[in-house]
C-alpha cells in the first residue's frame, strides 16, 4: 500500500514531548521535574523524499522518531505518518513502515541471519515472490551471502546493521525510518550502508527519515536536512544551502617529514602543531584542499595529510548562536 500521493508521507504540527523527571531533595524527600524533549515541533516530508534529522546526543532526535513511529504518545501537538495517527492504528502502521534503531535488534540472536528474515515473512504475511524476490535483491545489494547463514549474535557490527535494514525492508515500506543507522560501524560497512540506501531511495521512491549526529551521511545521501537542538528545529534547508551557510571552514591535518614552525600557507590559519603534525584550518570559499595541499607541499616535506570537516557540534553551536537570544530558551 502507497501513501497518497496528495499528503505527505510526514507530517509533524507543533509534536511536544515532555518527561517528569524526580530528583532526590534532602534525605527522604523527592521533587519532581519536568523535562522537554520535544518543543513544538512542526515539519512535513513529501513522498519520496530522503530526509536528514540531525542534532548532538540527548537533542530529542530518538524522542521524535519514537511519536512518529507511535511507540510514544504527544504531550502535545499532532502527528500524522502515512496519513494516520501512529498511536491509535500502530499496528496498521508497523505493515507500512520500516524502523531502524542502531542500538537495538529486530533480529533473532540465536537464529541464522536466514531464519530471521523467513520469521518476518510470516509474520508481515508478505507473498511469498515478492518476499524472495527482495531477499534476494538486498543480499547481492548488501553482500550478505557469506553470512546469512550465520546466528545473528556471531555476526559483526556491520554485518548485523546489514541484516536490520533487510528486516525493515522485505516487507516493502512506504517510510523507512532510520535512528543512528551508520553508529559504530567500520568505514566499509558505512559505504555499504549508505549505497544500500541511495538506491533503495532512487529506485524505490522510499521515504527516508534518517537521524543521526553524523554531517557525512546526510552528505552522501540527504538532498534536505534538519538540525534539532535542545528539543526545538533550528535550522530546516537543504544540504547545499546549509553547507553554504555554516559548514565552510575545513581543515587540513598534515605530517610533515621534519619539525617546522607553524606553516605560512596563503588563506589558510594553523590552529594546532603537535610535533610534525599541524593543522592548518581555511574557509572553503576563499581557497580549496587541493590549494591548500599544494601550497603546504611546495613549503616543506610532507608524509602524510587528511582533511577534516567540521563536527556537527560544532556547526549546531554555531547555528544555534545565530538565533535571536528568545529563540534559544
Request: proline fraction near 4%.
Given at each position: 500500500?502507497?501513501s497518497?500521493?496528495?499528503?505527505p508521507?510526514l507530517r509533524?504540527?507543533?509534536?511536544?514531548?515532555?518527561f517528569v523527571?524526580?530528583?532526590r531533595?534532602?534525605?527522604?524527600?523527592?521533587r519532581?521535574?519536568?523535562?522537554?524533549a520535544?518543543a513544538d515541533?512542526?515539519f512535513?516530508?513529501a513522498?519520496?523524499?530522503?530526509v536528514?534529522?540531525?542534532?548532538?546526543?540527548?537533542?530529542g532526535?530518538?524522542?521524535t522518531?519514537?511519536m512518529?513511529?507511535?511507540?510514544l504518545?504527544?504531550?502535545?501537538?499532532?502527528?500524522?505518518?502515512l496519513?494516520?495517527?501512529?498511536v491509535?492504528?500502530r499496528?496498521?502502521?508497523?505493515?507500512r513502515i520500516?524502523v531502524?534503531?542502531?542500538?537495538?535488534t529486530?533480529?533473532?540472536w540465536?537464529l541464522?541471519?536466514?531464519?530471521?528474515f523467513?520469521?518476518l515473512?510470516h509474520?508481515y504475511?508478505t507473498?511469498?515472490?515478492?518476499?524472495?524476490?527482495n531477499?534476494?535483491a538486498?543480499v547481492?545489494l548488501?553482500?550478505?551471502g557469506s553470512?546469512?547463514?550465520?546466528?545473528?549474535?556471531?555476526?559483526?557490527?556491520?554485518?548485523?546493521?546489514?541484516?536490520?535494514?533487510?528486516?525493515?525492508?522485505?516487507?516493502d515500506?512506504d517510510?523507512?525510518?532510520?535512528?543512528?543507522?551508520?553508529?559504530?560501524?567500520?568505514?566499509?560497512s558505512?559505504h555499504?550502508?549508505r549505497?544500500?540506501l541511495a538506491?533503495?531511495n532512487?529506485e524505490?521512491g522510499?521515504?527516508?527519515l534518517?537521524t543521526t549526529?553524523?554531517?557525512?551521511?546526510?552528505?552522501?545521501?540527504?538532498?534536505?536536512?534538519?538540525?534539532?537542538d535542545?528539543?526545538?528545529?533550528?535550522?530546516d534547508?537543504?544540504v547545499a544551502?546549509?553547507?553554504?551557510?555554516?559548514?565552510t571552514?575545513?581543515?587540513?591535518?598534515?605530517?610533515l617529514?621534519d619539525?617546522q614552525?607553524?606553516l605560512?600557507v596563503?588563506?589558510?590559519?594553523?590552529?594546532?602543531?603537535d610535533g610534525?603534525?599541524q593543522?592548518?584550518?581555511?574557509d572553503?570559499g576563499?581557497t580549496?584542499?587541493?590549494?591548500?595541499?599544494?601550497g603546504?607541499?611546495?613549503?616543506?616535506a610532507?608524509?602524510?595529510?587528511s582533511?577534516e570537516?567540521?563536527?556537527?557540534?560544532?556547526?549546531v553551536?554555531?547555528?544555534?548562536?545565530?538565533l535571536?537570544p528568545?529563540?534559544?530558551t
Amino acid at each position: 500500500m502507497s501513501s497518497e500521493s496528495n499528503q505527505p508521507a510526514l507530517r509533524c504540527d507543533g509534536l511536544t514531548k515532555s518527561f517528569v523527571v524526580r530528583h532526590r531533595d534532602g534525605v527522604l524527600r523527592r521533587r519532581k521535574v519536568e523535562v522537554t524533549a520535544v518543543a513544538d515541533v512542526t515539519f512535513e516530508v513529501a513522498p519520496g523524499e530522503m530526509v536528514g534529522y540531525l542534532g548532538p546526543n540527548g537533542a530529542g532526535k530518538s524522542t521524535t522518531i519514537k511519536m512518529i513511529t507511535g511507540i510514544l504518545t504527544p504531550t502535545a501537538g499532532q502527528v500524522a505518518t502515512l496519513g494516520i495517527d501512529p498511536v491509535r492504528r500502530r499496528t496498521e502502521l508497523a505493515r507500512r513502515i520500516g524502523v531502524v534503531f542502531g542500538q537495538r535488534t529486530q533480529l533473532w540472536w540465536d537464529l541464522p541471519l536466514a531464519d530471521s528474515f523467513e520469521l518476518l515473512h510470516h509474520v508481515y504475511r508478505t507473498d511469498s515472490a515478492r518476499h524472495a524476490e527482495n531477499l534476494a535483491a538486498f543480499v547481492e545489494l548488501l553482500d550478505m551471502g557469506s553470512f546469512i547463514q550465520t546466528p545473528v549474535r556471531q555476526l559483526s557490527l556491520g554485518q548485523r546493521m546489514r541484516g536490520e535494514l533487510t528486516a525493515a525492508l522485505l516487507h516493502d515500506p512506504d517510510l523507512v525510518v532510520l535512528d543512528e543507522p551508520t553508529i559504530g560501524l567500520d568505514v566499509v560497512s558505512k559505504h555499504a550502508v549508505r549505497d544500500f540506501l541511495a538506491e533503495l531511495n532512487q529506485e524505490r521512491g522510499t521515504t527516508v527519515l534518517l537521524t543521526t549526529h553524523d554531517l557525512d551521511d546526510v552528505e552522501r545521501l540527504c538532498s534536505r536536512m534538519m538540525i534539532i537542538d535542545h528539543g526545538r528545529v533550528i535550522h530546516d534547508g537543504s544540504v547545499a544551502g546549509f553547507k553554504a551557510d555554516y559548514g565552510t571552514r575545513r581543515t587540513v591535518v598534515v605530517d610533515l617529514v621534519d619539525e617546522q614552525p607553524p606553516l605560512d600557507v596563503a588563506h589558510t590559519t594553523v590552529v594546532r602543531v603537535d610535533g610534525r603534525r599541524q593543522w592548518l584550518s581555511f574557509d572553503r570559499g576563499e581557497t580549496t584542499a587541493a590549494a591548500v595541499v599544494a601550497g603546504i607541499a611546495a613549503a616543506t616535506a610532507l608524509e602524510d595529510l587528511s582533511v577534516e570537516e567540521p563536527e556537527i557540534e560544532d556547526l549546531v553551536r554555531e547555528v544555534y548562536g545565530r538565533l535571536p537570544p528568545d529563540a534559544a530558551t
